[in-house]
């Protein structure tokens, strides 16, 4: 562009201001993806991101259930979880639905029963606006995950 400007030859404006034209769009196409992907909130994409946050908070379930049937117990935290899984696999913790990486709510409740959730916009579990995995765990199931907080 610099050339462009400087070149005496009679294009040479017109071809630094094409090329100026063309980087500012490429920065404003990029920019405004990336807004309206990952910062905005109240548009379409947050459809998209608690779709995303559900099959993430889905998937996470078999996983804990393997680790039980390897390790006799389900993790003590879901970055136990994490660092157990083989190199390969792909094992999200965190929730996607949010701007700010939180992982999911996950604890251990004795030797047979865990709770995990997404904690939802006011960053509290066990309230109403919780992401809850959509898994059949009916009684006399196997699976450890509990849906509803017991009464202390």
């Known amino acids: ?10 294009g040479g404006k017109l071809l630094a201001l094409l090329g100026a ?3 500012a769009f490429s920065v404003i196409l990029y920019g405004s993806l990336f807004y309206f992907g990952f910062v905005q909130r109240g548009g379409v994409y947050d459809g998209l991101r608690a779709q995303m946050a559900q099959s993430t908070i889905d998937a996470l379930v078999p996983q804990i259930e393997f680790y039980r049937l390897q390790h006799g117990t389900y993790p003590p935290s879901l970055d136990a979880l994490r660092k157990s899984s083989s190199a390969q696999s792909v094992l999200m913790t965190f929730d996607p639905s949010t701007t700010i990486p939180r992982p ?18 006011d960053g509290k579990a066990f309230t109403a606006d919780d992401l809850i995995p959509d ?9 450890g995950l509990l849906k509803r ?4």
């Open 104 to 121: 999911f709510y996950y604890e251990r409740v004795g030797s047979d029963h865990y709770y995990l959730r997404g904690v939802g916009p």
């Open 21 to 23: 034209g063309g980087i």
């Open 149 to 152: 907080k017991a009464n202390r």
């Open 1 to 10: 562009m610099v050339i462009g400007f400087t070149a005496r030859k009679r």
């Open 135 to 143: 898994v059949d765990v009916r009684d006399g199931s196997r699976i």
